[in-house]
């Protein structure tokens, strides 16, 4: 299936590792330059130029830290004076930090709310009006399970993703009449560091393992195993498609069938 991604434009925010560098590949396999940027300068060097090498694609690299204003401006205009445009604007943090309500301070919150919803909102901002100018554009919000089904002990995470769910369903009416979609991606339990990270935090609150935690993920999980990030990568470039001209306002699930919900 041709995608009709070929010298589009993405941008993939966090794209170093994870589920992150598993959409700037897939990306990049169906033809569309990038622009990635990461904290991990290093790390994100060598994947830009494995990606190159395996593609053939352009490709911009920024160390950045989207939870920094100056940074998605920087971000933002390296992407716009290299290409001249976005067409596909793929947001996307790690995760924040695991605990109950009490053990997170103001500090923390505020934190996570300028990681995972303030990039989100600023990202968008700095590429919508090229988008509705050229009238075709695609954002995508890597979200999570949590917004349809709170996962305990992830309040931060299930608070204010749920934000970007409800800036996104309302953004995707805004902005239709543009040819632009907006929807969101909701990664289940995938074999990324961010869910090891998670086992091991839940393996010494329980006196457990990391791998019976991991285990444990995959009892709930109707499938029997974790995702792998390139499962999650397609359907991300499903919607960057322009075969998903029709489908916008979205939360998607790639989960295995762990949400246990109709709707």
Known sequence: MDLGLRAKVALVAASSAGLGRAVAEELAREGANLVMCARGEERLAKV???????????????????????????????ALGA??????LVTN???????????????????????????VVELVRAV???????????IINV?????KQPVDGLILSNSV??????????????VAPFGITVNNVMPGYTRTQRVEDLAAKNAAMRDSSPAAELA?????IPMGRLGEPAEFAAMVAFLASERAS????????????WIRAIL
Request: charged share 25%; glycine share 10%.
């Open 143 to 147: 979200t999570s399970i949590a917004v």
């Open 216 to 220: 444990l993920f995959e009892r709930q």
């Open 128 to 138: 919508l009006p090229g988008m509705k100018e050229r009238r075709w554009g695609r």
């Open 246 to 257: 029709y489908t916008t306002g979205a939360s998607i699930p790639v989960d295995g069938g």
């Open 161 to 174: 993703r749920a934000a970007v769910t409800g800036f996104a369903r309302t953004l995707a009416n805004e």
């Open 93 to 119: 943090a790690g995760g924040p930090p695991a605990g109950s309500f009490e053990s997170h301070s103001h500090e923390t919150w505020q934190a996570a709310v300028r990681q995972n919803l303030d990039s």
């Open 48 to 78: 830009a130029q494995a990606i190159r090498d395996e593609t053939g694609v352009r490709v911009e690299a920024l160390g950045a830290d989207l939870s920094q204003l100056s940074d998605v401006k920087r971000v933002t205009d390296a």
């Open 83 to 88: 290409f001249g445009q976005v067409d596909i």
